[in-house]
């Protein structure tokens, strides 16, 4: 495999991760009630993109392929707790 397609390969891999987690933090933005005592977006939008991936990863090698619809929810279950506690649990 050349550089070309494996960049393509882990590209296509995050891709799902990123979508999700800029749609959990820009979602969250409408049921922020004291925008001040939340983190910036960009720190949202990093922590909750990691931990997907990190989900993703976990999936991957739990189940030795990617693409299961049980990743995908504990995913959106995860990306959402997070979003929830950075909005509820943050100590500036």
């Given amino acids: ?3 070309l397609a494996l960049l393509n390969h882990v ?11 800029l749609g959990v933090t820009l979602a969250a933005r ?5 925008k001040s005592a939340a983190p910036a ?3 949202q939008l990093a922590v909750n993109f990691a931990a997907a991936v990190l989900l993703l990863a976990l999936g991957l090698w739990w189940f ?4 299961k619809i049980a990743t995908y929810a504990g995913m959106s279950l995860l990306c959402a ?6 909005l509820r649990g ?3």
């Fill in 1 to 3: 495999m050349g550089p």
């Fill in 11 to 21: 590209l296509n891999f995050v891709a799902p991760a990123l979508f999700v987690a």
């Fill in 30 to 34: 409408s049921f922020i009630r004291k």
């Fill in 41 to 43: 977006l960009s720190r």
């Fill in 64 to 67: 030795g392929h990617d693409g």
């Fill in 81 to 86: 707790s997070s979003q929830w506690f950075m």
């Fill in 90 to 92: 943050w100590k500036a």
